[in-house]
Nanobody, 120 residues
Framework: QVQLVESGGGLVQPGGSPRLSCTAS????????MAWYRQAPGKQRELVAT???????TYADSVKGRFTISKDNAKNTVYLQMNSLKPEDTAVYYC??????????????WGQGTQVTVSS
């Protein structure tokens, strides 16, 4: 009933500053929180950043000071602004949403992922 669609990934140069977007669509009551995860080949999926409905944010140490998570409530969209990209940032980036469904049940959803490749 709820779909998350990411966009903004692709091939970028070291030091680049792409912005990822994730939009929630479908039928739901509200969004409690949204987050970005990433997973590189052969590595575990890791939490990159989170943002709550009230606007509180958290970041992984590896991206703190370089990445910024934000949201647009009217568009049901969360963004990840990535600055000073490094090759080690290369991964599939996934959007996650903690949602209250239309029948007032708390559910968790994942996007399909978007590839970010940092290379010169």
């Amino acid at each position: 009933q709820v779909q998350l669609v990411e966009s903004g990934g692709g091939l970028v140069q070291p030091g680049g500053s792409p912005r990822l977007s994730c939009t929630a669509s479908g039928s739901f009551f509200s969004i409690n929180a949204m987050a970005w995860y990433r997973q590189a080949p052969g590595k575990q999926r890791e939490l990159v950043a989170t943002i709550t409905s009230g606007g509180s944010t958290t970041y992984a140490d590896s991206v703190k000071g370089r990445f910024t998570i934000s949201k647009d409530n009217a568009k049901n969209t969360v963004y990840l602004q990535m600055n000073s990209l490094k090759p080690e940032d290369t991964a599939v980036y996934y959007c996650n949403a903690d949602i209250i469904s239309s029948d007032w049940r708390r559910k968790n959803y994942w996007g399909q992922g978007t590839q970010v490749t940092v290379s010169s």
